[in-house]
């Protein structure tokens, strides 16, 4: 988590992405290690 408004906020981020799939970088077939920023936003209601 890079920043966050709220702890609140900081949990439902979390919560959003546990299920996110991904596939790895990869380099010659191997994979390599990669960051993914994943901008989330809250509205409330």
Known sequence: ?????SPLFH?????AVKNF??????NNGKPVPYTVYIPLKFALQ
């Open 1 to 5: 988590m890079h920043t966050s408004t």
């Open 11 to 15: 949990e439902a981020a979390i919560d």
């Open 21 to 26: 799939k991904t596939n790895p970088a990869m």
